[in-house]
């Protein structure tokens, strides 16, 4: 087994005591060790970072001061975790994630409350799909909640990161990579699973500006049988090429479309909702988002407004802004850009909105297809939202913060 | 942009002399520097390795002692290239190749001729088909001449690791990778192009046996719109599982199918060809491969076969082991299941083959579809190879390794 010699040489970190040249010797008598929160070493920065200013960060490029970074070896299992100072990974050039994109991720935020708990947002959601996703390219399982543990402790140790300012909040990104470095293409065989944080500020930071999308394009997404439905780092750079084509048409992402039938899937690297009332009676409002047929991401925050509006639908709570006189019906099912365009020249759309872990929920302003325009109505009073979104946006905000319970979908670092 | 100050710390290097703060400030006047040669920067390593034993090393698995690196910015460009100690590289954790799979790469090998010289075969194809992948994903592009003149420096400075063994070879991975380090899902500004090396034995150390394939699975590997076209790392981890599937049912590998009418694309990762005999005369002979419809890599030795096999046909040279009775006719066209499977009930195909840089041409021994074995004929005469696929294999090897002149493909290292 030439192949793990060189990683067993890079990565000495023996777990439990036991060397890894004895764990080899011993064969099937011993088990690859779990990962276990209990064994983590702690190694804090001797220099913390100076704090951004509220202003001057983007969507994560100001990095916190520590990491969580957990090793994996198919022999020995999982070495002890560790929290230590930001900085690079040290990577075999031919190493299966740079070469065979064996790599797959999450997005999640921490969020500071009123009362000055923090708090992370239905995680165990996270972990499973994580979870799910490293299954995808036969990246090394691990106990879920063992990962969950160990964020909240990261989370804590980088506790002063989290802005304190409204709409502001920690985004993480746990991320496992494949570390296998022959060029046999191969599942990998070690791995390394690790979470990063960088403070968030709100989406729209200078006022609302409801986003443009372009439905179709050249590129597709994802296929049947394709990784589309797990966050699986292949996902994202394919997108580059028809992102740039679409922005150079003046619009902010792609609304990303499938078959002959134009079906929707996903807007850019969210989820997709539309808001359309009946033709028979304006206070019967459907909201549509696609289904998860294999070739859409599984969003937490997709899951987290379809379960809201069904809520919302039966009494069980009440969004603001949506009229009393509204009877609302949340459906997950197939729905095509002539649908829509048929609605729209009824004059049924009423809104359309994204979501997903960093931008929450955002409002759609117009959709380009095929020539046509569809443009939503201008929510004026509502700084651009229409009266679903706000609505559902404003819940979310309030279950994140930690303003309202829910659930119990929001829980607590300590 | 602050996305770019914590690259541009990290990476110090400054070209010609102009250090990267003077050349922000220049602006749109300092144009960005191309991949030069000729300012490549060569620190030999102070302990080469020990050579493996031609019989311990697997695909990949033993490196070089020497890698090379070329590192790129946006804004001032490419920076000098370096050969220097293979090693591993130092990557921030959120960068673009691990969060986004921003990365592509080429395979290609040295091989050492009767005459002592080094020669690559067709390289300048693979320069371009990695210009190719890297557009596809926004990577940068670059001059490609010059990255063929560093990769024939680096292979001179490892030289000694060409094995002089018949069948054996140094292959040749150069790698390019996104090194942006924010989370937001955009094109990498910044990027390192590398070329490692690993010495590499005939596909068949123990005697040849012919590779079987399933076709179909549960996988889909590309499709219209997507990326099967290019040499990008996404195409490869979404194989793992479905090939783990293959394995247990004992299958060598997986032969990819697209479509509705189960159209063949690839053969694990390599290009398929099928040679049938005509209904109506048993000389005339089809050998048909899948067409380059985007979802097919542009195999270069595929090329080289269909070449070969037409320069065959027009009599401009003789394939060895093919009966001269025989009149070929080479076909890029949809070559589907159904239609092999009809072929093979009147007992009218021949061989099966599938060819790639590290296999060159492997004979293809049965190939599983829906509960059906098309198993073909063995040539015990041959190895296991039909005359078609002895043939090809012989003048392409005889190529590569300079025992024969063609059209200018093999070209020497000096």
């Not at 060189?6 to 439990?16: G, L």
């Not at 850009?337 to 048929?342: L, V």
């Amino acid at each position: 087994m030439p192949a793990t010699i060189t990683r067993r040489e890079q990565n000495k970190t023996a777990i439990t005591g036991i060397p890894k040249e004895l764990a080899v010797k011993a064969g099937s008598r011993l088990e690859p060790a779990p990962l276990d929160p209990e064994q983590v070493i702690i190694d804090l920065t001797p220099s913390p970072k100076t704090l951004p200013s509220l202003e001057n960060f983007g969507f994560g490029e100001n990095k916190t001061d520590h990491m969580l970074v957990c090793t994996y070896d198919s022999i020995t299992g999982w070495a002890a975790p560790e929290i230590k100072p930001y900085g690079p990974l040290s990577l075999d050039p031919a190493s299966s994630c740079l070469q065979y994109a064996t790599s797959v991720f999450e997005g999640m935020k921490a969020y500071l409350g009123p009362d000055g708990e923090i708090r992370l947002f239905r995680p165990e959601l996270n972990m499973q799909r994580l979870a799910n996703s490293a299954a995808r390219v036969a990246l090394p399982q691990f106990d879920q909640d063992a990962l969950l543990t160990l964020i909240k402790r990261l989370v804590t140790v980088d506790a002063r990161w989290i802005p304190a300012a409204p709409g502001y909040s920690l985004y993480l990104r746990p991320t496992m990579i494949g570390t296998r470095s022959a060029f046999g293409v191969t599942p990998s065989d070690s791995a390394i699973l690790y979470v990063v944080c960088a403070p968030a500020g709100p989406y729209f930071r200078s006022g609302v500006k409801p986003i443009s999308l372009l439905a179709g394009g050249e590129g597709v997404r994802a296929w049947p049988g394709g990784t589309g439905g797990h966050k699986v780092a292949s996902n994202y750079s394919p997108g580059f090429v028809p992102q740039i084509a679409a922005a150079k048409q003046g619009y902010d992402q792609i609304l990303w479309l499938f078959g002959d039938d134009r079906r929707v899937t996903e807007a850019g690297a969210m989820n997709f909702f539309i808001v359309v009332k009946r033709e028979d009676d304006e206070n019967e409002i459907d909201i549509i988002t696609p289904p998860l047929d294999g070739t859409i991401l599984p969003g937490i925050t997709r899951s987290s407004c379809i379960s809201l509006l069904q809520s919302h639908s039966t009494d069980e709570l009440t969004l603001s802004h949506i009229p009393s006189s509204h009877r609302i019906h949340v459906h997950e099912r197939i729905l095509t850009m002539p649908e829509i365009a048929k609605w729209y020249s009824q004059g049924r759309v009423l809104e359309a909105f994204t979501v997903g872990t960093g931008v929450v929920v955002a409002p759609v302003g117009k959709i380009g297809f095929e020539g046509l325009e569809i443009v939503f109505p201008k929510y004026v009073e509502n700084g651009g939202f229409g009266p679903v979104t706000k609505g559902i946006m404003e819940r979310l905000l309030d279950i994140q913060f930690g303003r309202r319970e829910w659930k119990g979908w929001s829980v607590r670092c300590d």
